[in-house]
């Protein structure tokens, strides 16, 4: 009796789907992208290369703390091209979940942080006028083209695209530098390239991560920063911390899906 008690107790759970092994089902996740889904600015990386893959990246994070089989792709100073040539060949069918950042550096964020900081306020308008141009016309169908490439190779995959940070806090702590002027005007393009990447990845039919309430009072000059200023080395400038990645990326990730 005791043995066919066994076989039925059994039976009940694997028809019920609550077995060992259905729970130990394993997520494939794929993180593609640009430095701020690498990790760089974070620190602990992973390896010599020019990627600056980061343990304290939210795609390490999640792969750490769930178990999901993690690829991770993502590489610092990505463009739109490079995710197209150099790390969408690691999407499958199986693929379950994919995150992505990619976009700032097609319009040249880096290059415009350089105007605003040595051309003063009319540089930095003029340079962040040229970058949203570049945002509202051009970029839309570069990720566009990268949308349709993650949806054609990884066609049941949950994913989930990343925005970018306001960079400065607006009246406060930082008494050198930028005037609230510029750092005004660098927040205003952060604002139109998440309104684009929103756009374009609703319309996708992907789910998007604002990180800008996440980051609210923890900008730059806000005396509790989860982002770096300009900083040695030069490429970390600009891109969050550990704690930016683990309290601002990774938990608006996780809420995405």
């Excluded at 009796?1 to 019920?16: K, Q």
Aim: proline share 3%; glycine share 10%.
């Amino acid at each position: 009796m005791l043995r066919t008690l066994s076989v039925l107790v059994v039976a009940a759970l694997v028809t019920l789907g609550l077995t060992t092994s259905a729970q130990a089902a394993t997520v494939s996740y794929v993180a593609l992208g640009d430095s701020y889904s690498s990790g760089v600015g974070a620190g602990s990386y992973l390896d010599d290369s020019a990627c600056k893959r980061s343990a304290n990246a939210y795609p390490y994070l999640y792969a750490s703390k769930s178990g999901a089989s993690l690829s991770f792709q993502a590489c610092s100073g990505a463009k739109t091209t490079d995710v197209l040539n150099s790390q969408v060949g690691a999407l499958s069918s199986s693929t379950d979940l994919v995150s992505i950042s990619v976009g700032g550096n097609d319009a040249g964020f880096s290059g415009v942080m350089q105007d605003c900081i040595l051309q003063g306020d009319s540089g930095c308008k003029t340079a962040i006028d040229n970058a949203v141009n570049f945002v509202e016309n051009s970029l839309p169908a570069l990720l566009d083209k990268v949308y349709d490439a993650i949806q054609s190779k990884a066609p049941n995959a949950e994913v989930v695209v990343l925005g970018y940070p306001h960079f400065y806090k607006i009246g406060g702590s930082c008494s050198v530098g930028l005037s609230d002027t510029s750092r005004g005007y660098i927040n205003g393009g952060a604002d139109a390239l998440d309104t684009v990447i929103e756009k374009q990845a609703r319309n996708a039919g992907f789910a998007f991560a604002d990180v800008r309430s996440a980051f609210t009072g923890h900008e730059i000059c806000s005396g509790s920063a989860w982002l770096h200023s300009v900083t040695w080395p030069v490429d970390e400038s600009y891109h969050p911390t550990a704690t930016g990645q683990a309290s601002g990326y990774y938990p608006v990730f996780t809420a995405a899906f």
